[in-house]
Each structure stands twice: as structure tokens, then as C-alpha cells.
């Protein structure tokens, strides 16, 4: 199984609707909540290469990218392979 780690932030849409597709795929995840903890924040643009924008995902630590970039990459059938899941 493949470590999912999705840095979100409470109220954030794009963060449901990111976290609504990974369980529409069954996957387990681990969320990492970046609304008060400045140190996780700076964590994620770290790990993202600069991106300070919710939701950042990676699989097995590699960076995956946002929203709209995971439908993007469901939209055209690649997830489940990055998901291993295919």
C-alpha cells in the first residue's frame, strides 16, 4: 500500500473535493491539518518545492500537486497507477 499524505486546511473546498476523490478510490490517507500550525505549513511548501496553496498531496513522498492537478490526473487515468490502485 502506498503512504498518501494530504496537507489541508478546515473549510478549504478544494481540500473536501481532493480528499472526496481519494476516498471515492478507497485509498488511506494521512491528513496533516496546516490551518494554525505554521511549522506543517512550512513543511508542506518545503516538500512541494514552493507551493503554499491547499490541498498539496504526495504518494510514497513524492509530490503529486493540488486539486485540480489530482482530477487532472484522474480526468486522464493516471491516478490509479500513482495510487496503485490500477
Do not use: W
Not at 502506498?2 to 478507497?26: D, Q, V, W
Not at 508542506?44 to 489530482?70: C, E, K, L, W
Amino acid at each position: 500500500m502506498k503512504k498518501i499524505e494530504i496537507y489541508t486546511t478546515m473549510f478549504c473546498p478544494f481540500c473536501s473535493r481532493a480528499k472526496k476523490l481519494l476516498n471515492g478510490k478507497g485509498v488511506d490517507y494521512k491528513e496533516i491539518d496546516v490551518t494554525v500550525a505554521g511549522d506543517l505549513r512550512e513543511e508542506m511548501t518545503r516538500r512541494s518545492g514552493g507551493a503554499h496553496t491547499v490541498p498539496q498531496i504526495f504518494v510514497d513522498g513524492n509530490h503529486i500537486g493540488d486539486s485540480d492537478y489530482v482530477h487532472m490526473l484522474d480526468a486522464n487515468g493516471k491516478l490509479d497507477k500513482i495510487l496503485g490502485i490500477s
